[in-house]
């Protein structure tokens, strides 16, 4: 059981990443993990079991992946929703666009994918929700997609993770009302709805790339 639960959830990252007709030295890049490998997967669910899929877990997940989206700027949600399946809280969002880090084209924006893709973990730690197997696809996608990064951005894979993951909790905490606000209302309803959510956009003109960029280098000199 634990096995399929490792598989289905990688599968899915297997193909993800920088569209391979427009980098695909990056998808070349991509075919091998950085780290999480189905191996340590396994070993973590093992060790700790199942992630609970707690209903304020899925909230704090949805609600941080629409925070760093709206303050990097990127396309706003049609909608993000809870919703319960076989006793597990599940989350789900759409952007208007259509737009995800799936297939994109342009560097600068595929760098905030990448960062939206780890504000659900993050919104789980900020909250103290998350379980050592909370998130574990999207996880994955972070790791493989801060390498592909390094076929443009250079430096180290590791550092631009550890620092990403600094970056969207700084996120977080600078948006932390709208944060709570978007949380609090998938905890006590299924859905929150593009007008309600255009209500709290609010995109942040501070250089969250730069700095994310600035820590990656910070921590890379450090570790060596």
């Not at 998808?27 to 490998?37: E, F, G, H, K, Q």
């Not at 700027?73 to 909608?79: I, K, M, Q, T, V």
């Not at 737009?99 to 893709?117: N, W």
């Not at 620092?163 to 009302?177: C, D, S, T, Y």
Request: with cysteine.
């Amino acid at each position: 059981m634990i096995e399929s639960f490792v598989f289905r959830h990688l599968a899915k990252t297997a193909t993800l990443g920088l569209d391979s007709t427009a980098f695909p030295e990056a998808m070349a890049a991509n075919r091998n993990p950085l780290t999480l490998s189905p191996r340590r997967v396994m070993e973590i669910l093992m060790e700790h079991g199942e992630d609970p899929c707690t209903r304020p877990q899925a909230a704090a997940h949805e609600a941080g992946h629409w925070v760093v989206g709206d303050t990097l700027g990127l396309s706003p949600y049609r909608f993000l929703r809870v919703f319960k399946k076989s006793r597990r809280w599940l989350g789900e969002n759409q952007a208007v666009d259509g737009s995800s880090a799936h297939v994109v084209h342009e560097v600068g924006r595929y760098k905030k994918h990448t960062l939206q893709v780890i504000g659900g973990y993050a919104g789980e730690l900020a909250t103290g929700f998350c379980h050592p197997a909370s998130s574990l696809d999207e996880r994955v996608l972070f790791l493989e997609m801060c390498r592909s990064l390094t076929v443009f951005h250079g430096g180290d894979a590791k550092a631009l993770h550890d620092a990403g993951q600094k970056v969207v909790l700084e996120i977080i905490a600078a948006r932390k009302q709208d944060f709570d606000r978007v949380r609090r209302h998938l905890e006590r309803h299924p859905r929150m709805l593009r007008g309600q959510l255009a209500h709290l956009s609010q995109p942040d003109p501070t250089p969250w790339l730069a700095r994310w960029e600035k820590l990656a280098t910070l921590i890379n000199r450090n570790e060596r």
